[in-house]
């Protein structure tokens, strides 16, 4: 067990652990933000993505002792703190969940993606999203979001569905 | 339609998905919590000679280890079996026992023989590797066929040739007329695979018994709370009903492998009676893919017979259908009940004969799975239809149109008896097949596709025009037919003193959207608004006795029984909106949210009533106050949606991979609630039917080890497999319901998947390939090209 002060949300968090803890792990049980989901604990899901200074990542498969000093963790709960992200707005605005169980994971892989790439075409979106397994099907309402979210304009959908 | 019913309105849950604010039951915990681990058998099947707990029950920070023994010292039996299908000869059903725990022998890898409960979770990981079992290997069964076969491995002891019934349905003499005298026959030989529905929340539960109340809570995955708790408690663990509360909180995908009552949360509730501390369980996804049931898994030889015209003059199936291991809560009605019945498909076919066999092998059990027996009908009957109207030269629609019962509405005209027991309520199937051509342009849709082949490349096109039965259902049918449950469901309207509603539903939901088009409907029906209505299910303790959501049910079968407390709230309502216009009820007209007296403009509205209700000061003297009813609604009948599904496809050359180039679905739900949702039910069920075409198969080795089992092996569809759908409806109503609504949450599935090989069958129309079994890698698809025979 060893002590580590995480950057997470913007607040300060020291916790007493074992150093091969993954991240989620951390995340869910110590730090009570449960917004971020076990899957597959193979990182084969995404269920389990945060950013790691802005990068997606899958914390099932990060080991605590891994972290950098001073990176800055943001989870489902931390990306966005007074507005809702203009990805949240998209998945809202797209009716994009069924059970909500992948989304947080999508959510945050969108989020990162867009920071890094804000005019996407179709095609990069499937690359960026393949990754993330939605059981429920939401696939073709995840696409149509991020190219809303893209779009800058909620009044204005990218793609369709012809 | 109303202001809201019918519209697109945007989904009340999301707003806690959206910032993972859901609960799932893994979010919950308890004070004094501990953590269990199951020991489970990386055996097939073998005899258990002794299980050595010491070095586990020493680690620091084990609590207890319980063992199969234990399990049957305690007099304990274990999950049950709720449908009776008994033999053709009227011998009783063969029914194993399947105990929350193994003593004698394991029967599948993942059964479980030993439970390990610790403070942490690592540490009852850590611990359960150190159990010790001693096994006897055991030769195992693993293919369907092959297990009714003498000198195969016997999974059970009393259930000779591993046969738990064997079953028909039809009229086999007119069906053996019919087949002698055809024209034309057209075979098809297939196993429908064994799916792994996995769900990316993996199964999960927290029990817990508090002494000092003498009463048991269960947090679960379940699509049932109710069932559950009726299962657990009367049948398992003995507990009387009152003292169990059964919770469901937001529950990441079921897909009905979360229908089922379970082993490990029986032995988790068991548990935390004898260590006195609530018990919390998380599977992992490698036990996820050996515990949560299977889907399909049946071996099929399926024929259909013409006469010269083109005509269907008969329609045979002869199945062997695997249970897995152990008989689980449905796993029996799904080959019969769940697929015979649906063998008349949308046409007239005069003589059907459906037999079918269910076997037990040494794999994970196998159980309902989105559309549970349906797409085993559907792919037989579809894949018989397009493979047929190429070997008879004609179009494949032409084929389907000529051949399609005619128009009914159930009202007008009476439903139409099938020959296979069922009698489907209401349908158009020609408008609907004409729709979906239409909205794919099918005479360029051919002509691409001529033009490609004239080019070398492989573009196909498949077909699909199936039918299904839902909303189940009927009690006394089904109650006839061996089940061992009602099939009704209920729910309570209660209105608040100041006029807000909140609706109780025995239904429960796991991504159908139920909070957002339940209110839709009471909202329109009051005349109120959506922030006006909430729902509440998923709690035993809050909610009237529902059986749950799975078998795209919970609208047509919830749906009326909330419609039920509606008219008793508007009737009571009228009575006391009477009282305070001093008139009769039969003077007053609901609408616009107001009982108004005919032709004048005196009216009160529905949240004075409420309050009226709630404040009874000036009030008819024979009325109770108050304005809160429950109902419970048995279905007339299923409900028989339908719909017309066509997939283009183009075939690799080089490597046989099939790309999904465009996919086009019309779907006949009957009335539509809310566009979104349906839509969002298709795309769901289309995906995964994708997923069995193409991708998804639980692969056994002959020693009954799954070798796929985890998400690297097991290939599900992801969001670079399909093209945009383009979905599209017709709504023919359902005659038998208040909402005239059927279900659309499997149709997607059911339909889709003999669309997408009849795709590729076309494409490969030109290199002899007699057929292709699932799922169509690129490496199956590959041989068959370029050997000229069967992959």
């Known amino acids: 067990m060893s002590e580590f002060t995480l950057n997470i949300n913007g607040k300060q968090k020291t916790v007493n652990v074992d150093e091969d803890t993954p991240l989620l792990w951390v995340i869910r049980d110590t730090l009570g933000y449960t917004g971020t989901k076990f899957g597959c604990g193979r990182g084969l899901c995404g269920a389990c993505t945060i950013h790691i200074d802005g990068e997606a990542t899958r914390s099932c498969v990060t080991p605590i002792d891994n972290l950098d000093e001073d990176v800055e963790l943001t989870t489902i709960e931390g990306l966005s703190v007074e507005n809702p992200h203009p990805i ?75 | 339609m109303g202001k809201l019913v019918g519209q697109p309105i945007k989904r009340v849950e999301d707003n806690r998905f959206i910032k993972g604010e859901g609960k799932y039951t893994d979010d919950f915990n308890m004070p004094n919590q501990t953590f269990a681990v199951y020991v489970r058998s990386p055996h097939a099947h073998a005899k258990i000679n002794s299980v050595d707990t010491s070095a586990a029950e020493a680690m620091d920070g084990v609590v207890k280890v319980f063992t199969g023994q234990d399990i049957a010292d305690a007099g304990l039996a274990g999950s049950i079996c709720g449908w009776q299908v008994d ?82 349905l039809g009229d086999s003499a007119a069906t053996d007329a019919a087949f002698e005298n055809a024209h034309h026959v057209t075979s098809l030989s297939y196993h429908n695979q064994k799916l792994v529905p996995n769900a990316i929340e993996p199964r999960a539960a927290l029990a817990h018994y508090d002494a000092n109340e003498d009463k048991y809570t269960l947090y679960s995955t379940s699509q049932n709370p109710h069932l559950a708790r009726l299962v657990i408690g009367a049948f398992v ?87 897995g291991a152990y008989l689980s809560n449905f796993s029996t009605c799904v080959p019969t009940y769940l697929h015979g019945t649906l063998m008349q498909g949308l046409y007239t076919t005069p003589a059907v004969h459906v037999d079918v066999t269910a076997v037990v092998t040494n794999t994970v059990p196998v159980d309902a799975y989105r559309g549970a027996g349906r797409p085993e009908a559907t792919y037989s009957i579809e894949r018989l239809m397009d493979t047929a109207a190429r070997e008879m030269g004609m179009d494949p629609t032409e084929l389907r149109r000529k051949n399609f019962i005619p128009a009914f509405d159930g009202v007008e005209q009476p439903g139409y008896q099938t020959q296979v027991a069922l009698q489907y309520d209401s349908g158009d199937y020609e408008t609907n097949m004409d729709k979906a051509l239409q909205v794919a342009d099918y005479e ?63 239904a429960h939901a796991h991504g159908q959207g139920h909070e957002t088009t339940f209110a839709q409907v009471v909202a329109d029906a009051f005349g109120i608004g959506m922030d006006d209505v909430n729902v509440i299910h998923g709690d035993t303790e809050n909610v009237p006795f529902g059986m749950g959501t799975y078998g795209s049910r919970s609208l047509a079968v919830c749906g009326s029984a909330i419609m039920k407390s509606v008219d008793k709230v508007k009737e009571k309502g009228a009575r006391i909106a009477a009282h305070k216009l001093e008139c009769s009820p039969d003077d007053l007209e609901f609408a616009n949210g107001a009982w108004t007296v005919k032709g004048t403009d005196k009216s009160v509205g529905f949240g004075d009533v409420a309050l009226t209700a709630y404040v009874p000061h000036d009030y008819p003297a024979d009325e109770e106050p108050g304005l809160d009813f429950a109902s419970f609604y048995d279905p007339a009948n299923f409900v028989y949606p339908f719909g017309t599904h066509i997939c283009v496809v183009e075939v690799d050359k080089d490597t046989g991979e099939v790309d999904v180039t465009k996919y086009v679905a019309v779907d006949d739900c009957g009335n539509v609630i809310n566009p979104m949702i349906v839509d969002g039910q298709v795309h769901g069920g289309v995906a995964q039917g994708i997923g069995q075409a193409l991708y998804e198969g639980a692969v056994y080795d002959d020693d009954g080890q799954l070798l796929n089992g985890s998400m690297l092996d097991y290939t599900m569809p992801r969001a670079d497999n399909f093209p945009m759908f383009e979905t599209d409806k017709t709504e023919t109503p359902c005659p038998h319901n208040p909402l005239g609504v059927k279900g659309i949450g499997e149709a997607g599935t059911i339909a889709s998947t003999p669309a997408v090989v009849n795709a590729v069958m076309d494409a490969l129309s030109d290199y002899g390939v007699k057929d292709l079994q699932m799922p169509l890698t690129p490496e199956r698809v590959w041989s068959a090209m370029n050997s000229n025979g069967n992959a």
Not at chain 2, 114 to 126: G, P
Not at chain 2, 128 to 154: M, R, S, T
Not at chain 2, 471 to 490: C, M, T
């Open chain 2, 87 to 168: 033999f053709k000869n009227g011998d009783t059903m063969k029914e194993p026992p399947h105990p929350i725990m193994v003593a004698d022998k394991v029967r599948h890898v993942g059964d479980p023989v030993a439970m390990v409960i610790a403070e942490d979770k690592y540490t009852a990981r850590d611990a359960a590797e150190l159990v010790n079992v001693d096994y006897d290997v055991l030769g195992a069964i693993v293919d369907p066929k092959a297990a009714v076969e003498d000198g195969a491995a016997q999974v059970h002891d009393d259930v000779p040739n591993n046969t738990i019934y064997d079953w028909e």
């Open chain 2, 237 to 323: 663990l003995a507990i009387p009903e009152h003292k169990l509360r059964v919770i469901s909180p937001d529950v990441g995908g079921g897909f009905g492998s979360k229908i089922f009552v379970y082993n490990d949360e029986c032995g988790c509730l068991w548990a935390s009676k004898q260590i006195g501390r609530p018990v919390k369980w998380t599977a992992d996804r490698s036990e996820a893919f050996i515990t949560d049931c299977h889907g399909r898994d049946h071996v099929t030889d399926a024929q259909m017979a013409f006469d010269a015209d083109g005509n269907i003059t008969g329609l045979r199936t002869k199945t062997y259908a695997s249970m």
């Open chain 1, 88 to 162: 949240q707005e998209a998945w809202l605005e797209g009716d994009v969940p069924q059970c909500g169980y992948c989304q947080s994971g999508q959510i945050m892989t969108a989020a990162a993606f867009l920071e890094r790439n804000p005019n996407p075409e179709e095609n990069d979106i499937d690359t960026a999203m393949k990754m993330n397994i939605c059981r429920c099907g939401t696939y073709p309402e995840i696409k149509e979001a991020i190219l809303t979210a893209a779009n800058g304009s909620l009044a204005n959908k990218g793609g369709s569905d012809e």
């Open chain 2, 444 to 506: 360029s849709l051919k002509a691409t596709r001529d033009k490609a082949k004239s080019e070398g490349r492989l573009v196909g096109i498949g077909f699909s025009t199936f039918i299904e039965a839902c909303g189940i259902a009927p009690s006394a049918v089904v109650g006839s037919l061996g089940a061992r449950v009602g099939l009704y469901d209920a729910a309570s309207i209660r209105v608040h003193p100041t006029g807000k509603v909140t609706i109780h539903s025995g």
